[in-house]
């Protein structure tokens, strides 16, 4: 068993607050949730025998913990719990956890104002590998980039098994929770987007270019990456730039939360698996210290880039080069420092040979050690 970096903070936070838990499909939401309190009552809406239950107000109230799961999908779910909470508070406490990003809290009004804390779950990444002993950097740092973080293809270990898994995993997601979302007639064309973002990862994507590829409206692709990245099967990095309207024209670049489901080079999973361990430490950070960031690339109009910056509330943090071999220090550093003088300047490398820094103030890092001890603040 592998306690989960979020346990701790969930748990405290359910003797006063509705918890909701949201995460990618299998990433151990409902395994985290049942290990939380010894008496714990588990519901899912997806179970027909559940969701008569929940109709009827009927559990053990007796139990330390009720679990909802996949609640979202009932209507007007959020006022059918502030009711519960209202009338009965947090005893037993309420978790919520739901495997699609719960956008509605954002765009019908918050009804569980004051009422709620929302936490997200990432599979396992190598800081939170770290706290088993019994696992070696190294020898998490290789997995995760063969078989993915997810809890049950990372514990068997095996390329073979992951492969399998993955496409179940898949048509879970397409098959079941996108047609829970709307009616989606074309899966065979988001199956190909997926397909065409997994050999993209780490370059701009344009919705242009991909719907000339698809035969689609451009603004038929914005819809489905905004449904993937509702279902957690990618995340968007965008370029920064002060003025944020502009930033947001700009072309993204899009990650998985499946690290192994990218196609290509080890050095574009690695890259891959950077931008998941940051994004993952980030939210981290503003779902239990309240803490709020922004995960960027930085690119000149004549291409030049610097993989990732971190910048948080009104100042950049570090500046990020994700390298797999290299040695010599990227050159682009120098195109931006001068705008981002108080940031750390960190070269990420897989296989360094040895950590060192520079009189400028460039670190050399390797890329298992520093991530197993991620510290963005």
Known sequence: MI???LTDAIKKDLDS????????????????????????????????????????????????????????????????????????????????????????????????AGRH???????????????KKSIEQEEAFSTLLEVGGFPEPFLRGQKSYYNRWRASHLDLILRQDLLDMEVVRDLKSIEILISLLAERVGTAVSNASLATQLQKDPKTIAHWLELLEDLFVIFRV??????MARAIRKEPKFYFYDIAQVRGEPAVRYENLVAASLLKE?????????????????????????????????????????????????????????????????????????????????????????LSELKLV
């Open 282 to 370: 980030m939210q981290r950070l503003h779902d239990v210290e309240g803490v709020r960031g922004n995960l960027h690339y930085l690119r000149t109009k004549d291409g030049r880039e610097i993989d990732f910056l971190v910048y948080f509330e009104d100042h950049p943090a570090s500046l990020i080069e994700a390298k797999w071999g290299e040695n010599d220090l990227s050159p682009n550093f120098k195109n931006f420092e001068n705008h981002f003088k108080n940031a750390n300047r960190i070269q990420l490398v897989a296989n360094l040979k040895q950590e060192r820094s520079t009189s400028e103030g460039h670190r050399f890092a390797k890329a298992s050690r520093w």
């Open 17 to 112: 607050k509705i918890v909701v838990l949201a995460g990618p499909r299998q990433s151990g939401k409902t395994t985290l949730s049942k290990d939380l309190f010894a008496e714990a009552q588990y519901f899912n809406f997806d179970s027909a025998e559940d969701r008569a239950h929940l109709a009827k107000g009927e559990w053990n109230r007796q139990k330390q913990l009720l679990i909802f799961d996949e609640l979202h999908k009932m209507k007007r779910w959020k006022a059918w719990i502030k009711g519960i909470y209202d009338k009965e508070g947090t005893r037993p406490r309420l978790l919520v956890t739901g495997s699609a990003r719960l956008t509605q809290f954002k765009k019908t009004g918050d009804s569980l």
């Open 238 to 243: 965008t370029p920064f730039h002060k003025n």
């Open 3 to 5: 306690k989960r970096d």
């Open 117 to 131: 804390f929302n936490y997200r779950l990432h599979p396992f990444d190598l800081k939170e590998l770290s706290l």
